[in-house]
């Protein structure tokens, strides 16, 4: 590889990278080599085609992650959504146990009482 290409590779990676068109320089590197390099055998198509080429390219996937990430937050709102209905059935299960409990509570009292009541009945009964 002669400097000029060399040059021309370092330039096109340094813009590919500055496009977000490449997660790190050295993939910017490497798709600048196969660009220039396809340009120099290729002579029917120009590095402007190429770029545009790999433009379209990068645009088709940028669309497709859109999709996805749409995807995912829809499914994220839903879970969100369940939790939320989850969490609110929890605080109602709760509510209703604690109103068990407490209606619980009260039966033992009641329970207390009448056994006092059996035994305060008993030793009257006794006495007579």
């Known amino acids: 590889m002669n400097e ?7 330039k096109l990676a340094k813009q ?11 993939e910017a590197t490497e798709r600048a080599k196969e660009i220039i ?3 120099a055998s290729d002579s029917s198509e120009s590095i402007n085609d190429l770029m545009n080429k790999e433009l379209k390219e990068l645009k088709e996937q940028s669309e497709s992650d859109k999709e996805t990430v749409n995807e995912i937050k829809e499914e994220l709102s839903e879970l969100k959504k369940q939790a939320v209905e989850e969490a609110q059935e929890h605080v109602l299960d709760k509510e209703h146990f604690e109103k068990v409990k407490e209606k619980s509570r009260e039966i033992k009292e009641d329970i207390e009482d009448v056994e006092d009541i059996k035994e305060t009945a008993e030793e009257v009964q006794e006495k007579k």
Do not use: R, Y
């Open 4 to 10: 000029k290409n060399t040059e021309k590779i370092s």
């Open 16 to 26: 590919l990278k500055d496009l977000h068109m490449a997660g790190s320089i050295e």
């Open 37 to 39: 390099e396809k340009a």
